[in-house]
């Protein structure tokens, strides 16, 4: 049963415009949010998080946004970079056990 | 600090052979994440350690996988025997545990199995 879904496995965008990346997920009872991005030949890395009480996180290019009633969260990258360019994975955790469960993940490939 | 270090990076098996796996957590994280990669599942859980013990291996595919933790510096995956659909990379992570935290893990290289 998979709990987090990434349901575009690709992603083309150029260079300076927005990357939007989806996520939905299935259980109500997630704690925090978390988005990981991944080089080839590379493990993941973490990237940004945001908790079930808020509804947006920013750090620099990248945004966070939570909408906890549909279930659905988003990573928005503006400007994209063709640096950016990378797996992305969504995670949710469950606060009282360390679980976390990841999405399938999402290929961003920004076009210079 | 070194990170969480996994050998090999690639493994060549042929099938029905015995493979281990090794992760060494960052010192002071108390809990140990294997997961594997695929590309029509993502990044699965297969079983995580708290304080080396196992907490949740309900993600381990089959009863050919194990995995165990026997000190905070050490955990090994094997899977016996191996077959070609167990090819994968296979990622170790570590995390300290909570208060205050997000949970956020960190990942090893991965260890990329080829099974023919």
């Known amino acids: 049963d998979q709990q987090v879904k990434q349901n575009s496995p690709s992603l083309s965008v150029q260079e300076g415009r927005i990357s939007i990346l989806n996520c939905d997920y299935t259980?109500?009872?997630?704690?925090?949010f978390l988005w990981y991005k991944k080089y080839p030949a590379e493990g993941p890395t973490f990237l940004i998080s945001i908790s079930s009480i808020k509804d947006k996180n920013e750090d620099g290019r990248f945004t966070v946004f939570l909408n906890k009633s549909a279930k659905h969260l988003s990573l928005h990258i503006v400007p994209s970079q063709p640096g950016d360019s990378a797996v992305y994975f969504c995670?949710?955790?469950?606060?009282?056990?360390?679980?976390?469960?990841f999405g399938a993940g999402t290929r961003l490939t920004v076009k210079p | 600090d070194a990170g969480v270090i996994q050998s090999p990076r690639h493994e060549v098996t042929e099938m029905g052979q015995e493979v281990t796996l090794r992760c060494k957590p960052i010192?002071?994280?108390?809990?140990l994440f294997w997961y594997r990669q695929t590309m029509m599942r993502g990044l699965e859980l297969l079983i995580y350690f708290n304080n080396n013990v196992p907490i949740d291996d309900s993600g381990m595919p089959e009863d050919r996988f194990s995995a165990k933790m026997p000190n905070a510096s050490f955990s090994n995956l094997k899977i016996q025997p191996s077959e070609p659909r167990d090819s994968a990379v296979y990622f170790c992570a570590s995390s300290t545990g909570q208060g205050g935290n997000t949970g956020e893990l960190f990942f090893g290289e991965g260890s990329r199995l080829t099974v023919l």
């Open positions: 259980n109500s009872m997630f704690d925090y």
């Open positions: 010192s002071g994280h108390d809990y």
């Open positions: 995670a949710a955790l469950f606060w009282n056990n360390n679980d976390m469960r």
